[in-house]
């Protein structure tokens, strides 16, 4: 709505400022700050977990996918950042999704460049349970995309589907960025009342080197 969308163009405009003010108080000379707009998965509008599933990449077609996400794209754009930002995408259909959107000629001109990063459950699979490097495939032949990676994983997770990710991504001339930010390590676990949850105190420390 009409909200969300002024939530966008404040949130990336506040994010400039702050990076303003940082330069002007800063003496050190520094990489330049970019700012990204997040879009998360259609799951996530569910608010069921399933972007910890991925289930409705079974039920939903590209097509569908493509529109819940595009108003979306549409808002942030109204207030373009520096990159765009399509995070803890859980199955295959909704990257396929995702990449027919951002070809699409609506924002030839003005799409930034793009990463997008997926939720896996363990070191070879999506949420879904597909291939992590067939997604990392598929991804990687678009044009717009500048990275992928993976994101709200558990850290136990990621050194293998990092390695999973470089053996696609060599056979590449010109491959994207690889990229990942994991989440604490708390699983994502049915209760016994039967709802679902964050359980555990991850400890996101063991898995640093």
């Known amino acids: 709505g009409e909200k969300a969308e002024e939530v966008f163009v404040t949130g990336v ?35 069921d977990g399933s972007e910890y599933t991925g289930w409705y990449g079974r039920e939903k077609t590209t097509a569908q996918l493509a529109s819940f996400h595009r108003p979306r794209l549409r808002a942030l754009l109204r207030e373009p950042p520096d990159l765009v930002a399509f995070e803890t995408i859980p199955c295959m259909n909704e990257a396929q999704a995702v990449i027919s959107l951002v070809a699409e000629q609506e924002w030839a001109e003005t799409l930034p460049p793009v990463w997008i990063a997926f939720a896996c459950r363990d070191g070879r699979s999506l949420s879904s349970g597909e291939s992590f490097a067939d997604a ?46 994991a989440n604490s390590g708390e699983p994502w676990v049915q209760r016994d009342d039967g709802t679902w949850g964050w359980c555990g105190g991850g400890d996101f420390r063991k898995n640093l080197r």
């Open 13 to 47: 405009r506040l994010a400039r400022e702050a990076i303003r003010r940082h330069a002007l108080e800063t003496e050190k000379k520094e990489p330049p700050r970019l700012v990204a707009g997040s879009l998360g998965p259609y799951g996530a509008a569910l608010c």
């Open 136 to 181: 990392v495939r598929l991804v990687a032949s678009s044009p717009s995309v500048v990275a992928v990676g993976i994101n709200c994983t558990h850290p136990d997770h990621i050194s293998d589907l990092l390695a999973e990710a470089t053996q696609v991504l060599a056979s590449l001339d010109n491959p994207p960025i690889l990229l990942t930010y």
